[in-house]
Nanobody, 123 residues
Framework: QVQLQESGPGLVKPSQTLSLTCSVS??????????WNWIREPPGKGRQWIGS???????YITASLKSRASISRDTSKNQFTLQLSSVTAADTAVYYC???????????????WGKGALVTVSS
């Protein structure tokens, strides 16, 4: 059974960097041909795909966040990490990690999800 678990601070100050880690069990993040994704859901809004890191280590970030977001991985720990810099209140959301076997980045195609982690940006 594949399980994903988000972890990180629940409160981040404006202008700081948000950092979240997704720990994966039951699968290997280097196994072809899966993509490991970050998605967020702001209060009262729909889920938004942030980006992904593929089995080979290639990363993909949505255009609107490309200047502020990065995704990396630690293969020894089977984890991948999202960093989002210069955060504002608009970055307050529940952040999810998810596995995508298709590479489409469509939310409906993702087969395993973490439970989500609420991150609030506030001073």
């Amino acid at each position: 059974q594949v399980q994903l678990q988000e972890s990180g601070p629940g409160l981040v100050k404006p202008s700081q960097t948000l950092s979240l880690t997704c720990s994966v069990s039951g699968d290997d993040i280097t196994r072809g041909y899966y993509y490991w994704n970050w998605i967020r859901e702001p209060p009262g809004k729909g889920r938004q795909w942030i980006g992904s890191i593929g089995w080979s280590g290639n990363t993909y970030i949505t255009a609107s966040l490309k200047s502020r977001a990065s995704i990396s991985r630690d293969t020894s720990k089977n984890q991948f990490t999202l960093q989002l810099s210069s955060v504002t209140a608009a970055d307050t959301a529940v952040y999810y990690c998810a596995r995508d076997p298709s590479g489409s980045a469509r939310l409906d195609d993702m087969d395993y999800w973490g439970k989500g982690a609420l991150v609030t940006v506030s001073s």
